[in-house]
């Protein structure tokens, strides 16, 4: 599977996103979303996952042009953020808008090689383009993975939902079972798993903590 990611997978999520933030510029059609106030409602379902903790450090995976960082410090958050993103052009974006220190730093690639109290994605799974279906998946799954190893505390990460409109669905992206991902991440994470599809998207976010002792 790795060998499919690296060589056809990530070239072309890259290639797919640089385009679109080439024609649509720093705003959510940049990143292929529909517009500003479902953006903010997606990034507002992480916050939970956060849980009241402001200085708890962040790694976005899939950052984009950062403006998940721009929602987390207009909502009080102070932890150290780090962004990844495979397409350089989006970095090279999230540094013009946010600049870069300590406390918020930028990477090109697709396997973070630090950790953070809390990691997110948030859209890298839905462009799925010309992909087998089942090829999608193993990816889908390698990169929860990886989120899974680099959030020390706790990751999330949102897909697209069967649960939708069949006639609404476009044949390029991928839709997920809700049923079957909150499976997947129960047998694999542990039992500290919330999936929320409540939140009137066309999708849903699966917030995971790692096992804590039960409370007595």
């Known amino acids: 599977m790795n060998d499919i990611v690296q060589s056809r997978i990530l070239p072309e999520v890259a290639s797919y ?47 984009g042009f ?3 960082l721009g929602f987390l410090r207009a909502n009080g958050h102070h932890g150290r953020f780090v962004g990844y993103d495979i397409a350089p052009t989006m970095i090279e974006k999230a540094r013009e808008l946010y600049g870069e220190t300590t406390d918020n730093e930028w990477r090109i690639g697709a396997v973070p090689t630090e950790t953070a109290d809390f990691a997110i994605a948030s859209g890298v799974f839905n462009v799925r383009g010309d992909f087998a279906r089942d090829d999608w998946t193993r990816y889908v799954h390698h990169t929860i993975d990886l989120l899974a190893k680099c959030g020390r505390r706790g990751f999330a990460f949102n897909v697209l939902s069967l649960s939708s409109d069949a006639d609404r669905r476009r044949p390029n992206l991928y839709y997920a079972d809700p049923v079957e991902t909150l499976a997947h991440c129960l047998s694999r994470y542990g039992r500290s798993v919330a999936l929320l599809q409540d939140y009137g998207l066309y999708e849903f976010t699966v917030l995971i903590r790692h096992s804590a002792p039960p409370i007595e």
């Open 17 to 63: 996103y640089a385009s679109k933030l080439k024609v649509y510029g720093a705003t959510p059609q940049g990143v292929d979303w529909n517009g500003v106030d479902s953006h903010q409602l997606r990034h507002r379902q992480f916050l939970r996952l956060l849980d009241g903790d402001p200085a708890a450090s962040v790694m976005d995976l899939g950052c």
């Open 66 to 68: 950062g403006d998940f």
